[in-house]
């Protein structure tokens, strides 16, 4: 599954995903301005990166558009643990994947069911289902 698709930068709510710099993001923080004398409402995100932690912002006219990440929730069994890497096979497809080990999901080991999420040809293990 690939890419984005457009939405509009007024309707986008706290705990949703944008894409900012390439980089797709969950909304963390989000401000809107009422429109003055001189010009259209403002709005203001804060977002961290899903993929990796980083801390982005983003300022634009409400009216305006961004891009919203296609994002697919899947589960997957871990066949094997290799170092900084993490063996999956889809519960769907059985294809084989090799995710990064993420750092903050406990109890992942051989054997155990993960959710994972695909969006924008990367990957990352969200939690443990079921051991």
């Given at each position: 599954m690939a890419g984005t698709k457009p939405g509009d930068l007024g309707g986008i709510k706290v705990g949703q995903y944008?894409?900012?710099?390439g980089i797709a993001c969950k909304v963390m923080d989000y401000a809107h301005s009422k429109p003055g004398k001189h010009g259209g409402a403002k709005v203001r995100l804060v977002a961290v990166g899903i993929f990796e932690p980083v801390k982005k912002e983003h300022v634009g006219p409400?009216?305006?558009?961004?891009d919203i990440p296609i994002i697919d929730k899947r589960k997957g069994q871990v066949l094997a643990l290799m170092g900084d890497?993490?063996?999956?096979m889809?519960?769907?497809s059985y294809e084989t994947l090799e995710i990064p080990m993420p750092d903050d999901v406990?109890?992942?080991e051989s054997g155990v069911e993960v959710e994972y999420f695909e969006a924008m040809d990367r990957y990352k293990i969200t939690r443990v289902i079921s051991k």
């Open positions: 944008i894409v900012i710099d409400a009216s305006s558009r961004i890497n993490v063996q999956l889809d519960m769907e406990e109890g992942i």
